[in-house]
């Protein structure tokens, strides 16, 4: 398709599901376009490059704004096909991204030929992305054949969107033998009525040589607002902010004081990360916006209301059901790696209804055997206090009644054999042979491989059929009858 086709013409013929971008969703289950009443609203770009907007005249478009994104991410985040993608750096300099975070901690970024199947883009934007996932050592050659956990970035150099999408996250699944939990994970919140991000499947070369299958997440950005909240009464323009991890607590969403600097540093940040602790990613340019107030008025009122009033009070500020949701799922899934865990891995979004809403993000590490069996109730696993909005919401008896709802609803309908037999059926037919000419494959300190982990009759502490059937067990034993 050569060097992208412009205008809304291109853009109309996306929607309608012609030119690859038809495919009818996989057995995921993840419903793209599904949300409250996505929009993309009046001079949106939706197209490649700038400019290229809706509703400002020229040809109509009948085609629904819902099955616009639904066409997007399906075409960009396939779930029920492998994508061909190819970066090729100029000569050089894909060897100095990779030292220039061996030697400095510096995640630059460097311009990239881009392939996605057969259509291409001129110049994209490519920086890795992670702490602990990267894997480069201290010394010696990076090994330029080498799987990275990466950030796609397809304006930032000044080109065009690619089907609307800003950006794509290319995770390497370097703790997952499997490569599969990240997906399953996804599905599981998107089963439960829990806003996650669209996963799908790619196999990656840069500059000509094979480094292996990722899975593509999704960003959450104002795309992702767009999609899921819409554009009607402004829905997707409040304030979204990022957790980045950092020593000061301010993830962990403790009352550290009533000014921006309390949850804001840009020093003493993990390396290779500008600034750190609740990260606002929307409205950063906007005075009236930036300053903070709305995350430390929604942390003033869980930490200094009065109990006898906190239900009423928070659940003004607060989507405490869909949290509820999204703590069964971590729970079930026993995915540490969390809020309810080390404390991150999550986003806040200040909705147009007043309320906070938190979205998770990053789920390569749950399915794990390690996590504990604490208390049903417990989703911190006996660390409640150092995570206060688990320990508040929790203490109210209708919401802590309303979670183990929602987590033997998860055990019984989600977390069954059945049902990951045909998830993991559906994404074994689309990555096995990726993973069998894998020149990289997950280097996890044990003897756990694809198949023993995929393996329905398996045995092995990674098996995730076996993690499958005994957290099942726990939770529906455990669980008030």
């Known amino acids: 398709m050569g060097d992208r086709f412009g205008g809304r013409l291109w853009w109309l013929v996306a929607a309608m599901g012609l030119a690859g971008c038809g495919e009818e969703r996989g057995a995921g289950g993840e419903d793209v376009g599904e949300g409250e009443g996505e929009d993309v609203g009046e001079g949106e770009d939706v197209g490649v490059g700038e400019g290229e907007g809706e509703g400002e005249g020229g040809d109509a478009d009948t085609t629904s704004v819902e099955e616009t994104w639904a066409a997007a991410f399906a075409h960009v985040i396939p779930d029920d096909r492998l994508v061909a993608l190819r970066l090729d750096f100029a000569p050089g300099d894909w060897a100095k991204l990779l030292t220039d975070w061996q030697q400095q901690r510096l995640k630059n970024e460097y311009p990239a030929a881009f392939a ?43 080109g065009e969107r690619f089907y609307g999408v800003d950006e794509l996250s290319l995770n390497a699944c370097g703790n997952d033998p499997s490569r599969v939990r990240d997906w399953l994970t996804a599905r599981m919140y998107n089963a439960m009525g829990v806003q996650a991000a669209h996963t799908g499947f790619a196999e990656l070369a840069i500059d000509g040589a094979n480094v292996g299958p990722y899975v593509v997440a999704q960003v959450i950005d104002k795309r992702f607002l767009k999609e899921r909240f819409g554009e009607d009464d402004d829905a997707d323009d409040g304030n979204l902010y990022k957790c980045v991890y950092n020593d000061f607590n301010a993830c962990s969403l403790t009352w550290l004081g009533d000014k921006k600097a309390d949850y804001y540093h840009t020093e003493n940040c993990q390396p290779g990360f500008d600034d750190c602790g609740l990260v606002l990613q929307t409205n950063e340019d906007d005075a009236t916006q930036n300053d903070y107030a709305d995350i430390i008025h929604l942390l003033d009122v869980l930490h200094q209301t009065p109990t006898a009033s906190f239900e009423t009070a928070f659940a003004e500020v607060f989507d405490v059901d869909h949290f509820l949701r999204l703590a ?11 809020y309810f865990g080390k404390g991150h891995n999550y986003y806040l979004y200040k909705r147009n209804d007043g309320r906070f809403q938190m979205i998770p993000w990053d789920f390569d590490l749950a399915y794990s055997q390690a996590y504990c069996d604490a208390e049903i109730w417990d989703p911190t696993c006996g660390s409640a206090a150092a995570h206060p909005l688990v320990d508040k919401i929790l203490a109210v008896p209708a919401w802590r009644a309303k979670y183990l709802v929602y987590l033997k609803q998860v055990a019984t309908d989600w977390l069954t054999r059945e049902q990951h037999i045909a998830w993991i059926d559906a994404a074994d037919a689309i990555i096995h042979d990726a993973v069998a000419r894998d020149p990289n494959p997950p280097v996890t300190g044990t003897e756990e491989t694809y198949a023993s982990q995929i393996d329905p009759a398996g045995t092995s502490g990674g098996n995730l059929f076996l993690f499958v059937a005994t957290r099942r067990a726990h939770i529906l034993g455990a669980l008030p009858q």
């Open 116 to 158: 996605h199947d057969d259509e291409t883009l001129a110049t994209i934007g490519v920086r890795l992305k992670g702490l602990n996932s990267l894997r480069i050592p201290d010394e010696g050659t990076p090994n330029p054949k080498g799987r990275y956990p990466l950030k796609l970035d397809f304006n930032s150099m000044g």
């Open 328 to 338: 069964a799922v971590a729970f079930a899934t026993s995915n540490s790696d969390s």
